[in-house]
């Protein structure tokens, strides 16, 4: 499933259930829109935790990755010259 297609399936559920929510809710509008702001604001400090442990381990992998290669890169640096070394040493 195409996950463009769950994350909207999910916001519209969320979103009509705050609708139902307020449609049925037994308490006072003020009351209600406080409830309603109080839940807004942690949902966005929620997402913006996610957020923010996604990129760290997104940079955390990058650097990972990155150390990696650079390994691999010296690595094959000194396979190189080994090759040319033998292959002088053959040829003389």
């Known amino acids: 499933m195409n996950t463009g297609k769950v994350v909207l399936g999910v916001l519209?559920?969320?979103?009509?259930?705050?609708?139902?929510?307020?449609?049925f809710?037994?308490?006072?509008?003020?009351?209600?829109?406080?409830?309603?702001?109080?839940?807004?604001s942690d949902m966005g400090d929620g997402i913006k935790t996610k957020f923010e442990d996604l990129l760290a381990g997104l940079n955390e992998k990058f650097d990972d990755?990155?150390?990696?290669?650079s390994e691999i890169l010296e690595n094959g640096k000194?396979?190189?010259?080994?090759?040319?070394?033998t292959i002088k040493s053959d040829i003389a």
């Open 25 to 40: 809710a037994p308490e006072k509008g003020s009351d209600t829109r406080a409830n309603i702001a109080r839940k807004t």
């Open 12 to 23: 519209t559920g969320v979103a009509v259930g705050a609708i139902l929510g307020i449609l």
């Open 65 to 69: 990755l990155k150390s990696k290669s």
């Open 78 to 85: 000194g396979k190189a010259e080994e090759i040319k070394r």
